[in-house]
């Protein structure tokens, strides 16, 4: 069992950065990838970014260039930094775990509970 806690949602606007964290329990965290996905109001859950258990990232076209995932295992925390936040950024930010390796929401076995980001115009 892995249990997530995000945290560092908020109201930011745009051009601005937020960094989020999700924490996880578990001593095998090393061995899942590690998602961000998100859900605006009235849109479907979509993939922001992962970052795969060996360390690779893969990123959304929608945020690349703009969003950085990074893992700490000694921490068992991954993060998502974003910068250049827009708009279209709005919405409840979710970390997920899988025990190896999808892009697809509806395969992550574990979710947090999810973390509020607003970015005003």
């Known amino acids: 069992q892995v249990q997530l806690a995000e945290s560092g949602g908020g109201l930011v606007q745009a051009g601005g950065s937020l960094r989020l964290s999700c924490a996880a329990s578990?001593?095998?965290?090393?061995?899942?990838?590690m998602g961000w996905f998100r859900q605006a109001p009235g849109k479907e859950r979509e993939l922001t970014a992962i970052?795969?258990?060996?360390?690779?990232?893969y990123y959304a076209d929608s945020v690349k260039g703009r969003f950085t995932i990074s893992r700490d295992n000694a921490k068992n925390t991954v993060y998502l930094q974003m910068n250049s936040l827009k708009p279209e950024d709005t919405a409840v930010y979710y970390c997920?775990?899988?025990?190896?390796?999808?892009?697809?929401?509806?395969?992550?076995?574990?979710w947090g509970q999810g973390t509020q980001v607003t970015v005003s115009s």
């Open positions: 997920a775990a899988h025990p190896s390796r999808s892009y697809y929401w509806t395969d992550y076995n574990y």
């Open positions: 578990g001593r095998t965290f090393s061995r899942y990838a």
């Open positions: 970052c795969w258990s060996g360390g690779g990232t």
